[in-house]
């Protein structure tokens, strides 16, 4: 079984940063992809980035292409989302995610772990 902690959240101003991490416990962190998601109220929990076990490729959507980076740290089981130049619309609650042996794809069914998510809110 996999924990995943998500931190990092809060209020910004648009054009801000914000850096969220997730806390990965229980199990080997190298042994999964980590993907991280978002939901809007109202919406449909989307992806956002996801990196493989090794952290050697990384896939984003294109929403956030050139303004996120996500990265990983094997040795303190912690992910990472950097989040640049943030806009109104990036508002949501963010999810980190696990896949098993994955590559780190897009799909929200490929995932076997989910964190309880943090709110971020980008103000205009």
């Known amino acids: 079984q996999v924990q995943l902690v998500e931190s990092g959240g809060g209020l910004v101003q648009a054009g801000g940063s914000l850096r969220l991490s997730c806390a990965a416990s229980?199990?080997?962190?190298?042994?999964?992809?980590m993907g991280w998601f978002r939901q809007a109220p109202g919406k449909e929990r989307e992806f956002v980035a996801a990196?493989?076990?090794?952290?050697?490729?990384?896939n984003y959507a294109d929403s956030v292409k050139g303004r996120f980076s996500i990265s990983r740290d094997n040795a303190e089981n912690t992910g990472y989302l950097q989040m640049n130049s943030l806009k109104p619309e990036d508002t949501a609650v963010y999810y980190c995610?696990?896949?098993?042996?994955?590559?780190?794809?897009?799909?929200?069914?490929?995932?076997?772990?989910w964190g309880q998510g943090t709110q971020v809110t980008v103000s205009s």
């Open positions: 990196i493989s076990w090794s952290g050697a490729r990384t």
């Open positions: 995610a696990g896949e098993v042996l994955g590559a780190g794809t897009e799909a929200l069914s490929s995932y076997d772990y």
């Open positions: 229980g199990r080997t962190f190298r042994t999964f992809a």
